[in-house]
């Protein structure tokens, strides 16, 4: 299956959501169509013009945004302000903003965190679910990917990761990375955002191309994407427990949804989207046997694909 063609959105604004924080919102499709909101990686990854094309633009209101700190959004990289729950109240800052009643969610890595912590808040604004990628934000998860685990995949792309960071400091990168990515030295700074970037841009597809890693090398995106990341792993998304996402799957059970995974993910091993399926067995769940993390993998775009068609009847 094809991605449907680049359009433009019909309609973009500027939100003010605090005092300090404004962020940019963009509508493509149809204005009558089915509304869904986009959430993106990261967190701040940011969206891509790429993503509306995961939705029929006859049969879809596409609504996506920048995340607090990442890409349109301002101020740049800032953290003050910059939470879990400061996402969800933007979500539905933006729904009331836009009058509408439900939408769907579609939600893949990060996003799909935000998507079950937005959902199981305001379970009747949503009218079904797309999550792929799943994260939850276990400790297992984080020390997976930060510490010890997918290192042993990507031995390589890792000796990478650990330049910035001195030897004697090792023992917890992400205390590490925290320390210089939030500090003043501007060169240091970039220098780790980049590193730090770059190892999630050089694990997240089954296999490697070298153009798209690059793209996680630039200053801002890695500068954005870097110390948000880090700044809400530091604090566990600020869940109140480790298993928070999966102990509050009670409240949106009832709601139709999907979960797509890649069987060979790096970033997210699919125990995660197992256990979540575990606790939401209404969902459909679909492992990709040959793709990793990347929303542009096709099996991972095919069943995306599959399912966009499938809701904008829900
Ligand atoms: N971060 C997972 C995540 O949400 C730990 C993510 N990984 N890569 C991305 O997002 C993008 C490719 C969307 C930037």
């Known amino acids: 299956m094809e991605l449907f063609p680049n359009i433009e959105p019909f309609n973009t604004f500027n939100l003010p959501v605090s005092d300090l924080h404004t962020i940019y919102v963009e509508e493509s499709g149809n204005k009558n169509g089915k509304p869904v909101i986009f959430l993106h990686g990261g967190p701040g990854g940011g969206v891509d013009p790429k993503y509306r094309r995961?939705?029929?633009?006859?049969?879809?209101?596409?609504?996506?945004?920048?995340?607090?700190?990442?890409?349109?959004?301002?101020p740049f990289a800032e953290l003050e302000e910059n939470t879990t729950w400061d996402l969800v109240s933007d979500i539905e800052k933006i729904r009331n903003h836009l009058s509408i009643d439900q939408w769907v969610v579609f939600g893949g890595s990060w996003g799909s965190t935000l998507s079950l912590a937005y959902s199981q808040t305001h379970p009747d604004s949503c009218k079904g679910l797309i999550l792929r990628g799943i994260f939850l934000v276990r400790k297992k998860e984080l020390d997976w990917f930060?510490?010890?685990?997918?290192?042993?995949?990507?031995?390589?792309?890792?000796?990478?990761?650990?330049?910035?960071?001195?030897?004697?400091?090792?023992?917890?990168?992400?205390?590490?990375y925290y320390e210089i990515l939030t500090g003043e030295d501007h060169s240091k700074k970039i220098e780790a955002a980049k590193a730090w970037s770059t190892w999630e841009g050089s694990t997240v597809r089954l296999l490697q191309d070298e153009n798209f890693?690059?793209?996680?090398?630039?200053?801002?995106?890695?500068?954005?994407?870097?110390?948000?990341?880090?700044?809400?792993?530091?604090?566990?998304?600020?869940?109140?427990?480790?298993?928070?996402?999966?102990?509050?799957?009670?409240?949106?059970?009832?709601?139709?949804?999907?979960?797509?995974?890649?069987?060979?993910?790096?970033?997210?091993?699919?125990i995660q989207a197992w256990d979540l399926h575990k606790a939401w067995p209404e969902a459909d769940l679909h492992i990709i046997p040959d793709a990793g993390h990347s929303i542009f993998e096709d099996g991972i775009k095919n069943k995306i694909l599959e399912y966009t068609d499938r809701f904008s009847n829900l």
């Open 146 to 176: 930060y510490q010890e685990g997918a290192n042993n995949i990507f031995p390589d792309r890792w000796e990478s990761f650990l330049e910035p960071i001195p030897v004697e400091k090792r023992d917890n990168l992400m205390q590490a």
């Open 213 to 270: 890693i690059s793209d996680f090398s630039d200053d801002k995106f890695a500068e954005a994407f870097a110390r948000i990341e880090c700044h809400y792993f530091m604090n566990n998304c600020w869940l109140d427990s480790d298993n928070h996402l999966i102990e509050n799957m009670h409240k949106i059970r009832h709601i139709p949804g999907v979960i797509i995974h890649g069987r060979y993910d790096i970033i997210c091993p699919v």
């Open 54 to 74: 995961y939705f029929d633009p006859e049969k879809w209101r596409i609504i996506m945004f920048d995340q607090r700190g990442c890409g349109k959004s301002t």
